[in-house]
């Protein structure tokens, strides 16, 4: 058990829709990260917060939007869904991001499916 | 932009024998370089990693990775391999002083009785 918990475990959906993936991180980790792991394009990193703030962007869409909260727990929202959304979406989170000393700890993660 | 190849999708070895994972990067700037484990349903989890210093380095469940500069790898290998270890393995790389990990496509590692 790395610490970050992810709801919920299972998401099905249809095109057109609006979900929102939650994430708890480690305890005293300030930084949060989302990747999407599918089947075409494998492992990619879609953006992080640090402490409230976007810090890093990678690979969103537009149709995507994060945030983390005061209590540090993030949310990705995902709207507008497609097929090619469906996708295992992890969150990590780190507690000195940018230092060698740095380890991200990466939650169980949330299946989307998209129908 | 950095990038990362994981030579083989998928490797199969036999319990006992020595499992060998490749992994070969790119990046401008030295990096911090990273071997993650992921089992069936389960999220990743942290092998060993590579930030400066020795470039031997030894993680959980017997694993260890070398980094080559001059190769530019960093292969995962393991002695003898366990039923335990057959996953997905994942080789993934990052910017000193950068906080986002860019992963190679992974490889399936499968351990034959």
């Known amino acids: 058990d790395s610490g970050v918990t992810q709801t919920p475990k299972h998401l099905i959906t249809a095109t057109g829709q609006r979900v929102t993936l939650r994430c708890s991180p480690r305890?005293?980790?300030?930084?949060v990260y989302w990747y999407q792991q599918s089947l075409d394009q494998g492992l990619q990193f879609l953006i992080q917060?640090?402490?409230?703030?976007?810090?890093a962007k990678g690979n969103i869409l537009e149709r995507f939007s994060a945030q983390q909260f005061p209590d540090l727990h993030s949310e990705l929202n995902l709207s507008s869904l497609e097929l090619g959304d469906s996708a295992l979406y992890f969150c990590?989170?780190?507690?000195?991001?940018?230092?060698?000393?740095?380890?991200?700890?990466f939650g169980p993660g949330t299946r989307l499916t998209v129908l | 932009a950095q990038s990362v190849t994981q030579l083989g999708s998928h490797v199969s070895v036999s319990e006992g024998a020595l499992v060998l994972l490749r992994c070969n990067y790119s990046?401008?700037?030295?990096?911090?370089l990273f071997w993650y484990v992921q089992y069936p349903n389960q999220g990743l989890q942290l092998l060993l990693k590579?930030?400066?210093?020795?470039?031997l380095v030894k993680g959980i469940n017997g694993f260890e990775a070398e980094f080559k500069k001059s190769e530019t790898s960093f292969h995962l290998t393991k002695p003898s391999a366990h039923m335990s270890d057959a996953a997905e393995y994942f080789c993934?790389?990052?910017?000193?002083?950068?906080?986002?990990?860019?992963f190679g496509q992974g490889t399936r590692l499968t351990i034959n009785p």
């Open positions: 990590a989170s780190s507690a000195q991001p940018g230092l060698a000393t740095d380890t991200q700890y």
């Open positions: 305890s005293g980790d300030l930084s």
């Open positions: 990046s401008s700037v030295p990096p911090y």
């Open positions: 917060y640090y402490n409230g703030e976007e810090r």
């Open positions: 993934a790389v990052s910017e000193q002083g950068a906080q986002k990990l860019v």
């Open positions: 590579y930030t400066t210093g020795a470039t």
